[in-house]
Nanobody, 121 residues
Framework: EVQLVESGGGSVQPGGSLRLSCATS????????MSWVRQAPGKGLEWVSI????????LYADSVKGRFTISRDNAKNTLYLQMNSLKPEDTAVYYC??????????????WGEGTLVTVSS
């Protein structure tokens, strides 16, 4: 059974930082691209970032480029999202998502339950 479990969310002031983690199990983590997707209150899903199976390539939404860094540890089957210079508009539930292949051309086929990030003064 595929499991994706996010952690690391919480409340932070504007300009602060958080690091999200996604512990995975039930599949060969090093074979699949992984993404972070977020949903702000009352809004739709927004893709945030993707990392290929090897960790050697990444892509970011324009809204987070230069502030967020996606990474992975294939030995620990864990995905990360380092979020710096946080803004109130980053407030959202952040979901870890598994792709059905090695890079961005593949659909998301599994989702975590999400972790809430609140950026407020």
């Amino acid at each position: 059974e595929v499991q994706l479990v996010e952690s690391g969310g919480g409340s932070v002031q504007p300009g602060g930082s958080l690091r999200l983690s996604c512990a995975t199990s039930g599949f060969t983590f090093s074979n699949y691209a992984m993404s972070w997707v977020r949903q702000a209150p009352g809004k739709g899903l927004e893709w945030v970032s993707i990392i290929r199976e090897t960790g050697t390539s990444t892509l970011y939404a324009d809204s987070v480029k230069g502030r967020f860094t996606i990474s992975r540890d294939n030995a620990k089957n864990t995905l990360y999202l380092q979020m710096n210079s946080l803004k109130p508009e980053d407030t959202a539930v952040y979901y870890c998502a598994k792709r059905d292949g090695a890079w961005y051309g593949y659909a998301i086929n599994y989702w975590g339950e999400g972790t809430l990030v609140t950026v407020s003064s």
